[in-house]
């Protein structure tokens, strides 16, 4: 399967931006949507579960991504590959709270999940007050 030649697709970009999220929770659902759909396909091609994929395996195929090649450098490749990586901790997480394997998760549970996680940031800073 080829990467997509999109970040991430209209579609995609609207269910994030009708999010109750900040910018930041907003760039970070959109990393961890653009990682989860990559490594599905890093997962597939190479034939084992996203939890068993090695983070060599993702930095590969994060450099070849057409969509990172126009006007990128291999400094920005190098630290985005290292985003998309850290993206498992919270699509475990997301997978965990669904009750669903991180390759089954769909958009609308990493955006809801995403939204929660801010939901309960947001408390712990009001009760903090």
Not at 112 to 120: G, S, T, V
Request: aromatic share 8%; with cysteine.
């Amino acid at each position: 399967m080829q990467p997509s030649t999109e970040f991430l697709t209209p579609e995609e970009c609207a269910e994030v931006d009708q999010a109750l999220l900040t910018s930041r929770e907003r760039f970070s659902a959109r990393v961890a949507i653009y990682a989860l759909r990559t490594l599905k396909q890093i997962a597939q091609v190479n034939g084992v579960a996203i939890t068993k994929l090695d983070p060599k395996q993702i930095e590969a195929w994060v450099y070849q991504d057409e969509s990172l090649q126009t006007g990128i450098d291999r400094e920005f490749r190098s630290f985005f590959a290292q985003l998309v990586i850290a993206s498992l901790n919270p699509l475990q997480q997301a997978a965990r709270a669904t009750g669903v394997p991180i390759e089954s998760l769909t958009v609308a549970q990493v955006i809801i999940w995403f939204e929660e996680q801010a939901k309960l940031n947001l408390s712990k800073i009001t009760s903090d007050l």
